[in-house]
């Protein structure tokens, strides 16, 4: 998400971390089912590599991991459809809503329905994913370590970009590279606080404080659907706005 540090304020608004860390159980869960289907062997799925690299940032418990993939080479496990939705929210504020659904009315239904509570409207595939760029990011806490050896380390696992501040370290890098460069990192830095294929952003767009609320709103209500499993947006909040809303 744009401004990465101010949508996980936004998170953190909600509280309720337990809530939180079983919805991302979840989420990693049914990306495991996924890419499970192709094969448990992660050397030969690049899909499975990247969502186990994904839970074992989340720190998900092994016996969670290990239950999933025995369910898949039996042949079990819940059949879910990917479908991604795009569309303008408050601002002109562009939004890819990335869903696992086993019901795709209804989640079409749902999503439709935020979008339009929230003065949104959902657009044809394709009508604002030119606007993001696909690629690998994993995320450090400033703690991690220091702006020139996440820098020095990232560049040598072959990652394109790296963005340090307070707030902590971004690196990011082309999808084919992302399970070299996450592993590089992890095995350098241990586990990151989050890492994935995401959609990043070509341009910021600033929303005003009355666009901004109603623009948490929607993204709340997306984040809370259990269909739904990720949220990108090029809206750029300015901290001074953030802190009355938070």
């Given amino acids: 998400m744009a401004g990465h540090s101010k949508f996980k304020n936004i998170q953190h608004r909600k509280g309720a971390q337990d809530k939180k860390r079983a919805k991302i159980f979840g989420r990693l869960i049914k990306e495991l089912t996924v ?20 839970a074992r940032s989340a720190n998900m418990p092994k016996d969670n991991i290990e239950r999933v993939l025995k369910r898949a080479e039996g042949g079990e496990g819940e059949a879910y459809d990917e479908i991604r939705y795009e569309g303008y929210g408050p601002g002109g504020t562009a939004l890819i809503v990335e869903s696992l659904t086993d019901n795709r009315n209804r989640t079409a239904s749902e999503v439709r329905a935020a979008f339009n509570k929230f003065g949104g409207s959902l657009g044809e595939t394709g009508s604002v994913s030119f606007m993001f760029d696909r690629v690998g990011q994993v995320v450090y806490p400033a703690e991690a370590t220091d702006a020139d050896s996440m820098f020095e380390a990232a560049l040598d696992a072959g990652a394109d970009n790296v963005e340090s501040d307070d707030n902590g370290h ?3 890098c082309a999808t084919e590279d992302y399970n070299r460069v996450s592993e590089a990192l992890f095995a350098a830095f241990g586990a990151p606080e989050e890492a994935g294929l995401v959609w990043k952003p070509q341009n910021t767009i600033e929303v005003n404080e009355a666009q901004a609320s109603t623009l948490i709103k929607l993204l709340d209500v997306l984040d809370d659907n259990d269909d739904v499993q990720s949220i990108a947006s090029n809206f750029d909040i300015p901290d001074e706005i953030m802190a009355k809303l938070a």
């Fill in 170 to 172: 971004e690196i990011t």
């Fill in 35 to 54: 890419a499970a289907r192709s094969g448990t062997d992660p050397d030969s799925n690049p899909r499975l590599r990247t969502a186990l690299a994904a």
